[in-house]
């Protein structure tokens, strides 16, 4: 079982559509859980983290955490082509290890 | 405030050739990691410092790859010599601190190619 665990995607949406990103993790130990963006060539960019079970909203993402099912997710309301990016979840472990899953491709079609 | 700086951006080598990439992370971060990104995989941590220190390299492959961050400010990393399977981009992280709520920013990367 992977650490960090995506689906690879694509994932396809339509513009102005809700996308939904998805990931799962194995250590129970882990604290802190992000959001990068990476465009295709570009190195990652974050935008999101989010520490506490819950929702957290910010602009047009919200980050939502289940630490007892292990599973932390982003949300993207009113898709925009521009959004078409591969998304990589992060998790601090842990021993403070940093890591990071495989990404999932998102295509917002116009 | 200027991000992560990398460079080169692009290098191409022979196989078993030397090559070395630098880093100079946001000013203030103390931690610096490099990372290994492969087509279609997330980064994947090298190495990361606590300043000048090496705290966690249980990832890189000691017999072709070093690094160092002498002052605790930029980093070098080496691989000598390259292998074809070395082809990859090389990431440069820094955070402020590396606690369980650190926040990583990259900089652009380098991509080598090994021929």
């Known amino acids: 079982q992977k650490e960090v665990e995506q689906n690879s995607g694509p994932l396809s949406v339509p513009e102005g559509a809700i996308a939904s990103l998805n990931c799962t993790y194995s250590?129970?130990?882990?604290?802190?859980f992000f959001w990068y963006r990476q465009y295709s060539g570009k190195s990652p960019e974050l935008i999101m983290f989010i520490y506490s079970n819950g929702d957290k909203e910010d602009g047009r993402f919200t980050a939502q955490l289940n630490k007892a099912s292990q599973y932390v997710s982003l949300l993207i309301r009113d898709s925009q082509p521009s959004d078409s990016a591969t998304y990589l979840c992060?998790?601090?472990?842990?021993?403070?290890?940093?890591?990071f899953g495989t990404g999932t491709r998102l295509k917002v079609l116009a | 405030e200027a991000g992560v700086v990398q460079s080169p951006r692009y290098k191409i080598i022979e196989k078993k050739q030397p090559v070395a990439f630098w880093c100079n992370p946001i000013s203030g971060h103390n931690t610096l990691y490099w990372y290994l990104q492969n087509l279609g995989q997330g980064p994947e941590l090298l190495i990361r410092?606590?300043?000048?220190?090496?705290?966690?390299d249980s990832q890189l492959p000691k017999d072709r790859f070093s690094a160092e961050r002498l002052k605790g400010v930029d980093s070098t990393l080496k691989i000598q010599p390259a292998e074809l399977g070395d082809s990859a981009v090389y990431l440069c992280?820094?955070?402020?601190?590396?606690?369980?709520?650190?926040?990583?920013?990259f900089g652009p990367g380098t991509r080598l190619t090994v021929l």
């Open positions: 992280a820094s955070s402020s601190d590396s606690g369980a709520y650190n926040e990583q920013f």
């Open positions: 992060a998790v601090i472990s842990g021993t403070y290890k940093y890591i």
């Open positions: 250590d129970r130990g882990s604290q802190s």
């Open positions: 410092y606590e300043n000048e220190e090496a705290v966690d």
